[in-house]
């Protein structure tokens, strides 16, 4: 049997049907049909009507039932309605249906939209309760549900679920302790984190006192506080409950199970954020040995890891490395998830970053406003994740020189991030150091030291005294000392901040070369052109090693060794004559 529904759209939506045809679609609620086209073009609005509109587009769509497929449940209901002549049939609730073809029809000047029933959605569903008795030692199907609804990122529908299965109450210990941490894990993402915490803490509690305990599930919900608290930058409690989870783990022998490569996962995370880049990649590689060994090789929770690798790499210059493993991850994510999925966006991002760092920055931008359009149609106008991309383009349009585009994205990201974060935030901090560099190039000493300023006391707040971030607002600080010609106070956060880079990073790495061309600079303004020199040629030593001969960055660096080579031998030239 065919059925038809006439509605109207926007044309991107439509744009989003097209590029996934073969994949998946569900309906949030129940479906209207009829058994009559005609029907469904009228309520298209066919034939002419607001041909043209983006936003208003006329669709028609047919859709294939097949009365075998049993997960598939539709009503004839045309006797019960006010309009019988409408030949009403009502689809079930969660209907699910594959997408075979999208096409325009510039006769009836509507859209036809092809979809036929599929069971694939019932079959996921299966898939995923098996693989959770198997993996996660789940055997409630009820509290799965809700797990499910949050991993599919519906968070709000995973809280009020949990929330409505509390209410029916539980005499099961386990259950209970269950709900829990299901509304804790829903009420992280809703930024509800002292909740969060106190839900997930006694859900632990309740873990531990069952007979006897379940110690899978005490260090699962260590993880989620952890989780909390890497939301909020608080990296030390992070740490302490990641590897408390970890420890349970050790201490029952279960170290190769899924739950520990996921706590090894986030704790990867708080140490990328920390700086400890090494532990973080030690992280990263044991989780994604636990899952290789479990999860199919195109599982979600593959891609986070060969995600936070690439990260790694890119925090360690390692761009095409990076670039990798990033590619690996948005792979995956393209095969497994829908096109506008939290998760591809995230990937998106992460690329943009990396076309940032070599200088590409159209393709930058063209991945920034990809993932900024997934971010804010997931994650609705206010949420860091939004703030985070609009910082992000606004950073591209620094480099292109367009400074009042860019400013315009740093201030919307400001008053986005001061609306839903505590004042002492990292990316709050991460959005006033932006600010300080649009300032720093408008020749207003004044307002970017206040910026830079504001930005590196958070940071002390928040990170340990050698973190990468310190030095690049040391670094920043020390550039507008500079300018304002107070070089010995420029010299003393140039140093410091090239100390840290060099410990953290290495000596090759970008941030620690720039740091070594600005003591040069000092040195060359002291006229002590002897050393200045040295610095510079270091800097040309490293950078002909990362860059192609032509790149600008040695270009610069050159002509810096020559102007310092014709000052030598001016000052030769002088003690001469002298």
């Known amino acids: 049997m065919k059925l038809f529904r006439g509605f109207k759209t926007s044309y991107d939506e439509i744009q989003k049907l097209k590029d996934n045809i073969g994949c998946l679609i569900s309906a949030n609620g129940f479906l209207s049909c009829t058994k009559n086209k005609a029907i469904a073009e009228i309520f298209a609005g066919s034939n002419g009507c607001n041909v043209g509109s983006e936003d208003n587009q006329s669709v028609v769509l047919e859709i294939e039932t097949d009365i075998n497929i049993q997960s598939f449940v539709m009503a004839d209901i045309a006797n019960f309605s006010q309009f019988p002549e409408e030949e009403e049939i009502l689809a ?43 993996t996660m030692d789940k055997s409630d199907v009820v509290i799965m549900f809700g797990d499910l609804l949050n991993d599919m990122r519906d968070y709000t529908k995973s809280q009020k679920y949990f929330e409505n299965l509390l209410k029916t109450g539980s005499d099961d210990s386990l259950k209970l302790a269950d709900i829990y941490h299901g509304i804790g894990r829903a009420q992280r993402t809703t930024n509800e984190s002292q909740l969060a915490i106190h839900h997930l803490t006694l859900a632990y509690n309740m873990y531990l006192n069952l007979t006897p305990p379940n110690a899978i599930s005490a260090a699962k919900a260590l993880t989620s506080v952890g989780r909390v608290y890497f939301d909020m930058a608080q990296c030390d409690p992070a740490i302490e409950y990641l590897t408390n989870a970890l420890n349970i783990f050790e201490k029952h022998m279960i170290v190769d199970h899924i739950a520990a490569a996921d706590s090894l996962h986030v704790l990867g995370n708080v140490y990328f954020i920390t700086d400890e880049l090494d532990k973080a990649l030690e992280c990263f590689e044991t989780a994604l040995k636990i899952s290789e060994k479990i999860l199919p090789s195109d599982h979600s929770d593959t891609a986070g890891i060969l995600n936070g690798k690439a990260i790694v790499y890119y925090r360690k210059g390692e761009y095409e490395r990076s670039m990798e493993y990033q590619r690996k991850s948005l792979d995956i994510h393209e095969r497994i998830l829908p096109a506008d999925h939290l998760l591809i ?78 004042p002492d935030h990292i990316d709050i901090a991460y959005t006033l150091k932006n600010f300080g560099e649009i300032f720093l190039k408008k020749f207003d000493y004044i307002q970017a030291l206040e910026y830079f300023e504001k930005a590196y006391d958070i940071y002390k707040q928040t990170f340990k005294k050698d973190h990468r971030d310190i030095a690049k607002c040391l670094n920043f600080i020390g550039k507008v000392h500079f300018k304002k010609d107070e070089y010995d106070r420029a010299f003393e956060c140039y140093t410091t901040a090239f100390q840290i880079w060099k410990n953290t990073s290495g000596i090759s790495h970008h941030d620690t070369t720039g740091s070594l061309k600005n003591l040069g600079r000092y040195y060359f303004k002291k006229r002590n052109y002897a050393k200045a020199l040295e610095y510079f040629q270091e800097v040309l030593e490293i950078s002909e090693k990362t860059f192609s001969l032509n790149h600008q960055a040695v270009v610069k660096i050159r002509n810096d060794i020559n102007i310092t080579k014709h000052c030598i031998e001016i000052s030769n030239q002088g003690q001469v004559i002298s």
């Open 92 to 134: 079930d609730l969660g209907a699910v249906f594959q997408i075979d073809s999208v096409s325009h029809d510039d006769v009836a000047k509507h859209w036809n939209i092809k979809v036929r029933a599929s069971d694939k959605g019932a079959e996921i569903t299966k898939e995923y309760i098996e693989f959770n008795r198997k």
């Open 345 to 422: 966006a995230n990937d998106l991002n992460n690329l943009a970053k990396l076309y940032y760092k070599k200088g590409e920055h159209d393709s930058s931008l063209e991945y920034n406003n990809k993932s900024l359009k997934i971010r804010e149609k997931i994650s609705g106008r206010d949420h860091r994740y939004i703030a985070r991309s609009l910082n992000h383009i606004g950073k591209n349009y620094y480099r292109l020189h367009e400074y009042d585009r860019a400013v315009n994205y740093y201030e919307r990201a400001l008053k986005m991030l001061q609306s839903i974060l505590p």
